[in-house]
């Protein structure tokens, strides 16, 4: 062996008491991890392909299999630990850029752990949402108009198009070639059947999910794949992807081995091309430009459909997103540095942009401050990992969510972070139709549904202990909200008082 | 202990309301004779009243309620006031000495007209320039408080119970067209004057009992306009959305309590009449952060009229009776019944049906 041998991260335990060979392992790991000894007669592994998917944990008729952390370790040290040492091997021997996959891992504060939620006791009553009416339902877009009356004196009911939520969730932007077309038909399907939106993503909008079009929003990126008229026509709201809180600053990467086929003709660009987004928009090189294709989309679209500018948290948020509010967007979207992704650079990935928590509470205050809060609605994601998330988002000033991972979990990701090899076992963020089949859109947009309609109940839950019976009244109720082992600072920015005060 | 207004403190309590369709004049005791069978509903930490009418002979004037904590606060808002008003009086509020009132801040009133200079050079109308000076008063200046500024109105309250706070004010000798009262039982002890209510702006005024649990959620939205909500009462947040909704908006008293209590989109998606449906659906996607939600039972008065309205579901208690030219509102009956033994029609309004009643043209 020599100085690049990197031990295997993984342990694949097989109880061989209970295996009966029976091959499933094997044929169902993508990264052939598994083989058969036919002279021995038993299964065996190859531990350094394994990603830890757990597919065939999960699929294992016996339960005989289990992945362990491996214990085979270098020398303890704060300073250099393990997996920054093997970062350093694999680029000593390389000489390339890291990439990784998914959101952000490290140990980072996550803000939503430390706040925590109000409810009524004694002075006001809580509100029982079995035996009352309970409204999570969200219009997003802009809210700021003059009122007016016809000659009788009536209103003049008109408003600047709106977007209807059943619940302030969506599933967020992941594009056809990042994820399969299973997993779109199952995003596609659920967001139909739940009353909410998904999003394509910059792949562009494969013809079979033109009927979804009233729950689809269609992303205009840096590259502009798969954008046309058509394309835009067909969906409920246009988004114009700014930047991504998995990697701000950079441009989408698809690699040219998962542009093949539909892919290829949905993203209109040849099979086999890296389909390489560029880092800025090259005709937005400032605000003003901004406005500029934000009103260019709208004149497409006829001023029919909210445009959505979607920007990465980083450190100038609350500047940018206020910039935003003035350039005729209806709906700002920001992805916080947790967000997901199906490829970006490591470094980019673990150490650019900043927590959605503090994003959101400095955005929604500073538009609030200079009187233009209701110019827009804000969308906030990465990462929303669960109802009580939704619930302190939306008291600190959404207007609803974004989720991608915990949508991903919900259709079987197991978080293995390796979509950028395009051997998803689950089925997911993988092309090759042998795995994409393992996921069926009927049961995949079923737990979809699932997840969603247990997130509104448990919303509904957690509202009505507050006594709000509408999800409008709990927008921005930052007194709904407290922390717990935060400093000054951090309560100062998310505006939001201590336990206890 | 933090005073109000620098922490937010929820209390139940009693209103009541009278009004007269004809203008004819009511003294003040009949109002608080109201409030007597209802006075375990207070806790002696603020009671007030707010009276419509009850300055004829200066009626063009807006009439400004202040407290100062002492001599030297109110010269010095007296000289801010001289910058932007005419004063055409200035005087005590009369009081009468009473064991169950005590610490009493100096109580004045002035009678005053916006200077038509200051007026076009801040191009404002008058009563967005009022309202901003009342803003300005009371977050900026420590020790002066504005606690009633509109015009031929007046409210009067204290730290103590409403019978007491009554009898301080000696409102037997006031007579008016309209009269809202409130007893409050807050669960902190602010031991401030300006916190008791009806709290008010320009002439609108509110009396109100619950405690609401959109609060922030309104507030931060109300405070993008220009007010200041100093007190963190949830009167005071209600009363600048009305304002701003009806004044600056230019919303209908209905349109107005539409948005406050909001029909259930379930209801609205139900209704038959399509132009009452297309309204609501307007209303509720235009100004989502201004539903009030949580128990509230108010009563808004205004000049010329009143409105009261309960929350959506009716968490709180509200019934309404008439009586010849009169219509009461009180939290409960007995207090009607003290106004008017043989009060006719009592009911309880639905939640969110607002109750609107206005004195007839030219009789106020």
């Known amino acids: 062996m020599s100085i690049e041998f990197i031990y295997p991260e993984f342990e694949v335990i097989r109880n061989e008491s209970r295996c009966i060979a029976c091959r499933v392992c094997e044929r169902q790991c993508a990264n052939e991890v598994h083989s058969y000894d036919p002279e021995r007669g038993i299964m065996v592994a190859d531990e350094s392909k394994c990603v830890n998917c757990h597919r065939c944990v999960a699929l294992c008729p016996t339960r ?193 081995a998962k542009i093949v086929g539909d892919v290829s003709r949905t993203r209109m660009i040849p099979e086999g091309t890296d389909a390489i987004s560029p880092a800025p928009h090259h005709d937005i090189y400032s605000i003003e430009d901004l406005r500029q294709l934000v009103y260019s989309l709208k004149e497409a679209t006829e001023y029919k459909k909210p445009v959505i500018v979607k920007v990465a948290a980083v450190h100038n948020i609350a500047a ?59 969308v906030v994601g990465g990462s929303i990992r669960s109802s009580a998330d939704v619930v302190k988002a939306v008291a600190l000033g959404a207007d609803a969510c974004y ?26 963020a993988t092309q090759r139709p042998d795995l994409v089949k393992r996921l069926n859109p009927d049961i995949g947009s079923k737990r979809l549904i699932n997840l969603v309609r247990a997130w509104q109940h448990e919303i509904k839950e957690l509202m009505g202990g507050m006594g709000i019976n509408s999800i409008e009244a709990l927008r921005g109720n930052r007194l709904m909200l407290r922390g717990v082992g935060l400093n000054e600072k951090e309560l100062q920015i998310l505006g939001i008082s201590h336990a206890g005060e | 202990m933090r005073l109000e207004g620098q922490v937010r403190i929820p209390s139940g309590c009693a209103i009541a309301a009278v009004i007269s369709r004809e203008g004819r004049k009511m003294s003040g005791e009949l109002i608080t004779n109201a409030m007597k069978p209802m006075h375990d509903r207070s806790n002696g930490l603020g009671g007030g009243f707010a009276g419509y009418g009850i300055y004829p002979e200066y009626k063009d004037f807006y009439a400004l309620h202040m407290f100062f904590d002492s001599r030297e606060s109110r010269k010095e808002c007296e000289a801010f006031l001289k ?35 200051v007026l076009e050079s801040m191009q404002l109308d008058e009563k967005e320039f009022v309202a901003r000076t009342v803003m300005k008063i009371n977050t900026g200046m420590k020790n002066s408080f504005v606690f009633s500024s509109g015009k031929n109105m007046g409210t009067f309250k204290a730290v103590g119970f409403p019978e007491d706070v009554s009898e301080f004010y000696r409102l037997e000798e006031y007579e008016g067209y309209c009269w809202t009262a409130h007893g409050r039982y807050p669960t902190n002890t602010p031991g401030w004057w300006g916190g008791a209510h009806p709290f008010t702006l320009l002439d609108w005024s509110i ?36 304002d701003y909704l009806i004044r ?57 009229g009143l409105m009261a309205l309960n929350d959506r579901l009716k968490l709180r208690s509200m019934v309404v009776g008439e009586k010849d030219d009169k219509v009461f509102i009180a939290s409960e009956e007995a207090a009607i019944r003290t106004m008017e033994p043989n009060a006719e029609n009592v009911w309880a309004p639905a939640g969110g049906e607002a109750v609107i009643v206005h004195v007839k043209d030219g009789c106020y």
């Not at chain 1, 979990?409 to 972070?417: E, K, V, Y």
């Not at chain 2, 007010?227 to 009167?235: G, I, R, S, W």
């Not at chain 2, 230019?250 to 009452?276: C, K, Q, R, Y």
Request: hydrophobic residues 40%; proline residues 5%.
């Open chain 2, 83 to 117: 910058e932007r008003f005419e004063i055409v009086k200035s005087e005590n509020i009369p009081t009468r000495k009473t064991p169950a009132i005590t610490d009493e801040p100096i109580i004045w009133r002035y009678f005053v007209t916006p200077l038509k200079s």
């Open chain 1, 320 to 378: 940018i997103a206020s910039g935003i509010a003035r350039s005729g967007a209806d709906i700002i979207s920001i992805d916080g540095f947790r967000g997901g992704t199906g490829a970006a650079p490591t470094r980019i990935r673990n150490n650019v942009g900043i927590p959605i928590e503090l994003a959101l509470a400095s955005v929604d205050q500073r538009l609030r401050e200079e009187g233009i809060r209701d110019n827009v609605s804000l």
């Open chain 1, 64 to 256: 005989a299999l289990k992945i362990v952390k491996s214990d085979c370790a270098l020398r303890e040290n704060a300073n250099w630990p393990q997996s920054t040492i093997n970062e350093i091997y694999k680029q000593a021997s390389s000489g390339g850029v890291l990439l990784s996959s998914m959101g952000n891992p490290n140990p980072l504060p996550v803000y939503w752990d430390k706040i925590l939620i109000n409810a009524s006791q004694v002075t006001n009553p809580s509100i029982d949402p079995l035996r009352e009416p309970m409204e999570t339902k969200v219009c997003l877009g802009k809210k700021k108009q003059e009122i007016r009356r016809d000659e009788n004196g009536k209103l003049v009911c008109e408003m600047t198009p709106q977007l209807e939520l059943s619940v302030p969730i969506m599933f967020s932007a992941m594009s056809y070639g990042s994820i399969s077309y299973n997993a779109h038909a199952s995003l596609a399907r659920a967001a139909t059947e739940l009353g909410i939106l998904y999003n394509t993503g910059e792949g562009g909008l494969h013809e079979d999910f033109y009927v979804y079009g009233a729950n689809t929003i269609v992303q205009v990126a840096s590259g502009r794949f798969g954008v046309h008229k058509d394309y835009l026509e067909a969906a409920a709201a246009v988004e114009i992807k700014m930047g991504q809180g998995a990697k701000p600053g950079i441009g989408g990467h698809l690699p040219g």
């Open chain 1, 403 to 428: 989720i991608g991972t915990a949508a991903l979990i919900a259709l079987g990701c197991h978080l293995c972070r390796t979509c950028h090899s395009g051997k998803c076992n689950w089925g997911i």
């Open chain 2, 248 to 304: 600056v908006k230019g919303l209908t008293l209905d349109e107005a309590a539409n948005v406050v209590a909001a029909p259930f989109w379930s209801t609205i998606d139900s209704m038959e009449d399509e132009e009452e449906k297309k309204k609501q659906i307007f209303l509720r996607t235009l100004f989502p952060s201004l539903l009030v939600t949580g128990p509230f039972s108010i009563v808004l008065g205004f000049s010329g």
């Open chain 2, 207 to 242: 009396v109100h009992n619950g405690e609401i649990s959109s609060y922030d959620a309104n507030r931060r939205f109300i405070e993008m306009f220009g007010y200041k909500c100093t007190l963190k009462t949830d009167t005071e947040v209600i009363t600048y959305i009305m």
